[in-house]
């Protein structure tokens, strides 16, 4: 319906009215101020017409939102509001009225009875709530000024996207994308937290921001962000005599033999990067590797570690380490054991069997755009890949979604869509088929994944960020193998294969001192009814004591404290204490209750605020490969160095940010790009054999986005966003050249 006869305009409006909110309106005894809604007969007593516009457009904030106004003409009020706000802010722009052209819009807002003051202060009071604790002045100072929230900015971009049109937003959106092709920036940097923030400090700022030049960006704004990110270190290395703290060692390997190791510093207030070392001459040389990690404890301070923390080429050297000062434990890395364990029981006959059967599906779907699509809409979106930071993590998640799959899958290749294609004529099709309608392949299939979820459980409580692992690790695999003899319903010839390929792992690679101590010192699990201690147990309470504790009238204080512990004597007993044990985290109860016996009680808190393995973390060759190149003078090479830590410690910082509120570790990925080489996955998707036609990204039906959830057992409406296919791999792998620092 249209509303543009005249007369009857005229009979609602004040003379010489040409606003069209009059057509939707009546002026109440003769007043401007005084108008009524014509669909809802809502009064509106002061605002004047600017009042109803914002009651039809939907606009909350000054009014309740007409329920009745057709839908055509809040469209049609919205777009007028929105023009009017463009036509504003260029008229301001041409007046050079730069960065306060958004304030000035307020303002003139103002006149139409916006009360820009109220908007101001609920903004200030979210504002206060979103200053994570612990951070400096200085650095909240900082963070303003990269990431301005004064009210009126962001009210003003908040208004101005309410209404923007279809036309201005497909603009940006090409310019983001131009930008991002053109530079040849990997498509998972949209997934930064960074990326949203800066398009709305952009808005905020309005028209005339001019962004920050090359010069800025690898000077003024770099030294900035390095102070940033100084000041933020610094605060976690003053937790570090308390708490004590996990140097983590991260080695990468790639295909030209080449190896960075990062060195990270984990603590339960964050996760910081500390260091970075080309070491691809190291492995031919034990002292090489010994000094780096000596210097990097000198750097630390040997009395804040606990934990050192390596991937399983290094145990060697981190053993002899911590034996030259033997005053932390050294371990393999946790998620690299699981991983371990996955691998080997990938060994065994019957699973071999079956991953390379479930290999076989996944080559012949993602090299044929007809059946990956078709795959795709009978899953609703979903991908059968799943991408984990380890290779038969992803591996066996990837089993675990075929088998949640099956009636999608047996539907798919038995139906009439299926038969009629040439796919079903081929040897791979066929192949294919034959194996989803297979009973044995499915029924071994539930068979390995009663072995291989508890295991994946395990890797999630690494992964979490919440609270430290070390108080939980040991319980967490006994309760794995526990799970696994119960899915065998107590058959020992079908689970002893698994369980003793759990437990080598865990005695050669994994188990220490200090997780015993740990299990033994969390509250949660010592005063469970079903908690049985042993002699491992207390020899590693005991060795944690003598490492720990160098002085030895604390140690034998601290051994005869521990039966005040046992027995639940003086705080350990009060009422809270008890209900605290389990929401609390282990070091939290701790230091809550233990005030009695300052030495078991800082000996505990060290011991339980440890991590177990490497941090998760982005890992960008074509950086490392430009801070280690041989043809760098000392300037740039230090301005590389600033990047690099600039760069992990925002991600870490923000990963945690992250985490506070969420029990996930996240990432989005795409099996048909780069992202399955990364993730070493690549031979599940490539098949050079495949018969079918040559799989361009284009062809394929791009889903909703995905975000892969590591610890879910069902992976509940997963889908994948298709960008490129290899022939793109520099431009997706936003390899830059030696001029883009």
Known sequence: ????????????????????????????????????????????????????????????????????????????????????????????????????????????????????G?????????????????????????????????????????????????????????????????????????????????????????????????????????????????????????????????????????????????FFVYCPKGTMFLKSVDASEIPKSTDALLNIFDSVIQEVGPKNIINFVTDSSYKSAGKLLAEKYKTFFCSTCGAECIDLMLEEIGEIDEVREVLTKAKRITQFIYNNAWVLNLMRKRTGGRDIIQLARTRFTSIFLTLETIVSLKDHMHQMFTSASWMQSSFSKQRAGIEVAEILVDPRFWSLSDQILNVAKPLLSVLYLLDCQDKPSSGFIYDAVEKAKKSIIIAFKNKESDYLAYLKIIDHVWQEEFHSPLYAAARYLNPSLFYNPSFSSNKVVQKGLLDCIKTLEPNLSAQVTITSQIKFYEEAVGDFGRPVALRSREPLTPATWWSLYAADYPDLQRLAIRILNQSCSITQSKRTWSMFERIHSKKRNRLEHQRLNDVIHVHYNLYLQDRRTETTTSRYTK???????????????????????????????????????????????????????STSEDRNSEVTRGIAGDDDL
Request: aromatic residues 8%.
């Open 1 to 116: 319906m249209q509303y543009k006869d005249n007369q009857v305009r005229n009979s609602l409006a004040p003379p010489r009215a040409t606003d069209p909110g009059w057509a939707h309106g009546t002026m109440v005894n003769g007043g401007r101020q005084k108008i009524k809604c014509k669909y809802c007969h809502k009064i509106f007593l002061g605002g004047g017409i600017s009042r109803l516009k914002q009651h039809l457009a939907g606009e909350r904030g000054n009014v309740v939102p007409c329920e009745d106004v057709p839908e055509e003409v809040k469209v049609q009020i919205q777009q007028h509001l929105g023009f009017k706000v463009l036509e504003k802010l260029k008229k301001q722009k041409e007046a050079n009225c730069g960065k306060n052209s958004c304030i000035s819009y307020l303002q003139d807002r103002a006149d139409d009875d916006v009360d820009v």
């Open 118 to 262: 109220s908007m101001q202060k609920a903004a200030s009071r979210r504002r206060g709530k979103e200053v994570l604790e612990g951070t400096s002045n200085r650095t909240k100072r900082r963070k303003k000024q990269a990431f301005p929230m004064d009210a009126a900015p962001v009210v003003a971009q908040q208004t101005r996207h309410n209404f923007l049109s279809q036309e201005s937003i497909d603009l940006a959106d090409n310019a983001v994308a131009g930008f991002f092709y053109e530079a040849g920036i990997p498509f998972s940097a949209a997934n930064s937290y960074y990326f949203q923030q800066m398009a709305d400090n952009i808005a905020a700022a309005g028209p005339g921001y001019k962004m920050p030049s090359y010069d800025a960006l690898k000077c003024k704004l770099l030294n900035r962000s390095m102070q940033d990110i100084e000041e933020y270190c610094a605060e976690l290395r003053k937790s570090w005599e308390v708490t004590g703290c996990s140097i983590l060692v991260d080695r990468w390997t790639n295909g030209k033999d080449q190896t960075v190791v990062n």
């Open 667 to 721: 990432g989005t990925f795409d099996p048909i790009c780069l992202e399955a080489k990364d993730a070493n996955m690549g031979d599940w998707v490539e098949d050079s054999g495949a018969e079918g036609e040559d799989l361009s990204w284009m062809d394929v039906t791009v889903p909703r986005e995905k975000t892969f959830l590591v610890q879910e057992v069902h992976h509940a409406d997963d889908s994948n966003e």
